[in-house]
Nanobody
């Protein structure tokens, strides 16, 4: 069964940085894509960033220029470097793989990890 383990969250002040990590297990091959999603209290889960097989990346407008997604294809792991954090970045962050090659709609995904909490204070 596919599993995701996210880590690296924490509490930081606005303007600070955090690096989130994701480990994907249950795949018998090197995953091709990885993505990150987040869910703030009282809000729907939303897509944040994706990285694809060819190395191309895509970001939500709200994080573009501040977040950087990367993928270690050899280890089925990846990370999300978050700089210039804002209070509105406060959320639980989740990673996904494979299906994110095709869709970034949260409702299309079945398996989710526990997530890692990011709290940004202003």
């Amino acid at each position: 069964q596919v599993q995701y383990v996210e880590s690296g969250g924490g509490s930081v002040q606005a303007g600070g940085s955090l690096r989130l990590s994701c480990a994907a297990s249950g795949y018998t091959y090197n995953i091709r894509c990885m993505g990150w999603f987040r869910q703030a209290p009282g809000k729907k889960r939303e897509w944040v960033a994706s990285v694809y097989t060819n190395g191309s990346t895509n970001y939500a407008d709200s994080v573009k220029g501040r977040f950087t997604i990367s993928k270690d294809y050899r280890k089925n792991a990846g990370s999300l470097l978050m700089n210039s954090l804002k209070s509105e970045d406060t959320a639980m962050y989740y990673c996904q793989a494979e299906l994110v090659c095709l869709t970034v709609r949260p409702e299309d995904f079945i398996y989710w990890g526990q997530g890692t909490q990011v709290t940004v204070s202003s």
